[in-house]
């Protein structure tokens, strides 16, 4: 098993003076499928950030550690470099072009591909996947639902032709059976197309039906990593992440909170 | 006054305002892409005619190659000032950026005509002084050949924002973080723009230096710009075709009928009073974007 993306003892600080990750390492295999899971503000999202290159925005630097994409050291590229070597992040909140139509912001984030032959074959995957987009290509693409917007953020992802596809929360603010198509659809991306998924997600029980392997972040650090079906049946994360399945009684309830075991 | 000195007027008035259209065009190019206010537009304008004018009549180059080289000029000047004064103010407050083009502005009023000497010089396009006469009204010529190249150039660039690249500047204008993260270059795109606002500012440059003689007032065209860039509302550019056409009207129209009032001079106030009546009643201008929110 070959390994595509791998970080070892991040670092990253915020204004110089905001620690948000102390120390995460992890690693993507060639075509896996990775959750990191956690609360707010552990410092998921921090960590797409630091490998697709869009910290420089917000003022917030790497101050130790390697990013390993392919074997080759990436901290010194930009963003669009990046982009260039196959690594691309879905942005939290879709962020979709809204004055654009769906064609449009398929088209726009082709900019890398010369021959029109290419960008047409790209956009007829994209409406493979998500048929949906295909029949709103016209409208523009802040008019449509949370749904669609989301997958438009996928596809247009896609049209880089990616070989690292990063997700950050791709089931805010949806409805559950929109949430399950738009996993069911990621996993396609993952097995038909051999693309290697790094998913940052709150809803762990969606996250874990489709990942090979999860890390648990807390407080800028890896706490737990473990195969997918390591993490579900562990208490703990039965507990605090999968909505502590089966406490069901609540006059059984006692009244004591559940100490973490991994903060002791 | 009969309805024909009111046609005349105004047949004028909108050829003059696709000139204003074309400079404003480039404050509007800028916004679209980096949400920047450019106030050096009116200093390209003026550059673009010098370089015309010296190519022209220093250098000695016909009249075809010397305007399209000066536009390619302005093109690269377009593109350098992004590349060097404003793209290291990346991540530095707005205003401070827009005080920079100010004083970039001010520099080049006072720089160019430093260069090339301060009297007027004649930018002889080769238009013919006669007016074309149509029924009863009389049509300045250079003006009808400034208004229909200004109108062509419009329009091309509305064509130019449905190809591709066209599309990827409009993508940047929507979003930079994510136009940054499917890889689209933003700092390129808005060079690009800059480029283009530096084209669109020489040929406005070009056109009313011709009508006007070259010199350091070409670059008082910032006021006009910006009013019609303001009145159309700054990020369209169907906007300021339209801005373009009303201020050009209204400037040939109300000196005609106040003027004999208050002595003169009633044009000049025009482009500031549609620039306080649009920032008061209708701040978005007339075609300013609206922010789209679903409910």
């Known amino acids: 098993m070959t390994v595509l993306l791998a970080l070892e003892n991040i670092e990253v600080a915020y204004d110089r003076v905001f620690q948000a990750i102390k120390g995460v390492s992890l690693t993507v295999p060639e075509g896996g499928a990775v959750a990191l899971l956690g609360a707010n503000g552990a410092g998921k999202s921090t960590t797409l950030k630091t490998v697709s290159g869009l910290l420089k925005p917000e003022r917030g630097e790497v101050t130790r550690g390697n990013i390993l994409f392919q074997g080759q050291d990436i901290a010194a590229l930009s963003a669009p470099q990046r982009v260039r070597l196959g690594i691309v992040q879905v942005l939290e909140g879709r962020r979709v072009f809204g004055h654009l139509t769906p064609a449009e912001n398929l088209i726009a984030a082709a900019s890398m591909h010369r021959s029109r032959q290419k960008v047409a074959e790209l956009m007829e995957m994209v409406f493979a996947f998500f048929p949906r987009l295909g029949q709103r290509a016209n409208a523009k693409a802040g008019y449509l639902s949370g749904g669609e917007q989301q997958m438009l953020a996928i596809g247009r992802a896609l049209m880089t032709e990616p070989k690292l596809l990063m997700l950050d929360e791709p089931s805010l603010g949806l409805a559950p059976y929109l949430v399950d198509e738009i996993f069911g659809t990621i996993s396609r991306i993952n097995r038909e197309r051999g693309m290697g998924v790094l998913l940052v997600e709150q809803n762990a029980t969606a996250a874990l039906e489709i990942v090979d392997h999860a890390y648990l972040i807390e407080n800028g650090r890896v706490v737990m990593s473990g195969s997918a079906e390591t993490l579900k049946a562990n208490p703990d994360v039965q507990e605090f992440y999968l909505g502590g399945a089966g406490r069901v009684d609540y006059h059984a309830v006692k009244h004591y909170r559940r100490r973490k075991r991994w903060l002791a | 006054m009969d309805i024909y000195f009111l046609l005349e007027l105004a047949v004028n008035g909108v050829l003059i305002g696709l000139m204003y ?32 004018w010296a190519l022209l009549t220093l250098a000695g180059v016909p009249l075809w190659i010397a305007v399209p080289l000066s536009l390619i000029a302005m093109f690269f000047i377009g593109a350098g000032i992004e590349r060097v004064a404003l793209r290291p103010m990346i991540g530095q407050p707005v205003i401070m950026v827009i005080m920079l083009t100010l004083g970039l502005e001010i520099l080049l009023r006072g720089l160019v005509p430093a260069i090339f000497g301060s009297v007027v010089k004649r930018l002889d396009l080769g238009i013919p002084q006669a007016p074309v006469i149509i029924g009863p009204m009389l049509i300045n010529t250079a003006y009808l050949v400034s208004g229909g190249v200004a109108l062509g150039l419009v329009l091309l660039s509305m064509l130019f924002f449905g190809t591709r690249i066209g599309t990827v500047l409009r993508a940047v204008s929507d979003d930079q973080t994510a136009s940054w993260s499917v890889g689209i270059s933003v700092e390129r795109a808005i060079g690009l723009s800059w480029g283009m606002a530096g084209v669109a500012a020489a040929s406005g440059g070009i056109l009313w230096g011709s009508v006007q003689g070259v010199d350091w007032t070409l670059s008082l065209l910032l006021l ?32 005609a009928y106040l003027d004999p009032y208050v002595g003169g001079g009633s044009r000049d106030v025009v482009a500031s009073m549609v620039i306080l009546l649009t920032v008061i009643f209708r701040p978005h201008g007339l075609f300013g974007r609206e922010d789209i929110e679903r409910v």
């Open chain 2, 21 to 52: 259209t074309l400079v404003a065009l480039g404050i509007v190019l800028i916004f679209k892409s980096s949400g920047i206010a450019n106030l050096a537009q009116g200093a390209l304008a003026m550059a673009g005619a010098y370089i015309a």
């Open chain 2, 224 to 255: 006009k710009a910006l009013a019609v860039a303001i009145l159309g509302g700054l990020d369209s550019i169907f906007g300021v075709l339209i801005a373009g056409m009303i201020l050009g009207v209204l400037e040939s129209v109300i000196p």
